[in-house]
């Protein structure tokens, strides 16, 4: 299996429940992301992990907790959540920056994501 | 800090037109990347086309060349001959390099979905 994989495409939950979102790469890239993207809003960028070692945390409610346990695995667990919640959530890994890097993303289908 | 506006929420044309799809971004950086993505129905987004702004040449990839005006702060993406796989939400994203410690940091646009019809 090549790429960025994410699971479940689709989860619906209630305001009340625990869920997670599992992102696993297969491409040897030393950070990955978590991106939220709402309908007719620009993608926001929620975590970052370089080398597992979160470099951003872009003033996400703590409902959300992200963990990256190697770098090829993110998690995004969930709790209390909001319908305003609800939304299509990214994940997405990159390589080590250098000459031959310039910036690209490589991204994940994505986890449709319903809360009641 | 940085912003990316895409002023063309939806568009739609017809196959074999030519399309041009708007991106303006505010920034006081000098260097730094700027990107087109695609978001075809299925989802997974992927990379188009990538401009470094210390580059006059315009970027050209197959069928899709940008116009960047660097002093306008635009980046415009133009697919020539368009077919019907390119029906998808493009994203415009910026970036300023080494950012983010060992990683890439992206601002990314409203996004405009684009609809090819046969």
């Known amino acids: 299996e090549t790429g960025v994989t994410q699971t479940p495409r689709h989860l619906v939950m209630g305001m009340t429940n625990k869920k997670s979102l599992k992102c696993e790469q297969h491409?040897?890239?030393?950070?990955m992301y978590w991106y939220k993207q709402s309908a007719k809003k620009p993608l926001e960028l929620m975590f970052v992990?370089?080398?597992?070692?979160?470099?951003e945390n872009n003033s996400v409610p703590s409902r959300f907790s992200p963990e990256c346990p190697n770098s090829s695995h993110l998690f995004l667990h969930l709790h209390t959540l909001q319908p305003e919640d609800s939304a299509l959530y990214l994940c997405?890994?990159?390589?080590?920056?250098?000459?031959?890097?310039?910036?690209?993303?490589?991204f994940g289908e994505g986890s449709r994501l319903t809360v009641l | 800090a940085q912003t990316v506006t895409q002023s063309q929420p939806e568009m739609s044309v017809q196959e074999a037109e030519t399309v041009t799809l708007s991106c303006t971004y505010d920034?006081?950086?000098?260097?730094?990347?700027l990107f087109w993505y695609k978001q075809p129905p299925s989802r997974q987004m992927i990379l188009v086309i990538r401009q470094e702004a210390y580059k006059q040449q315009n970027a050209t990839e197959n069928r899709f060349s940008v116009n960047f005006q660097k002093a306008a702060k635009s980046f415009s993406l133009k697919i020539s001959d368009s077919q019907l796989g390119d029906t998808a939400m493009y994203f415009c994203?910026?970036?300023?390099?080494?950012?983010?410690?060992?990683?890439?940091?992206?601002?990314f646009g409203q996004g405009t979905r684009l609809t090819i019809n046969p």
């Open positions: 491409l040897g890239h030393n950070a």
């Open positions: 920034t006081s950086e000098n260097n730094y990347y």
């Open positions: 997405a890994s990159s390589p080590e920056p250098g000459h031959r890097n310039t910036g690209e993303l490589f």
């Open positions: 992990y370089s080398l597992e070692e979160r470099v």
């Open positions: 994203a910026f970036m300023k390099p080494n950012k983010l410690k060992g990683a890439q940091k992206l601002v």
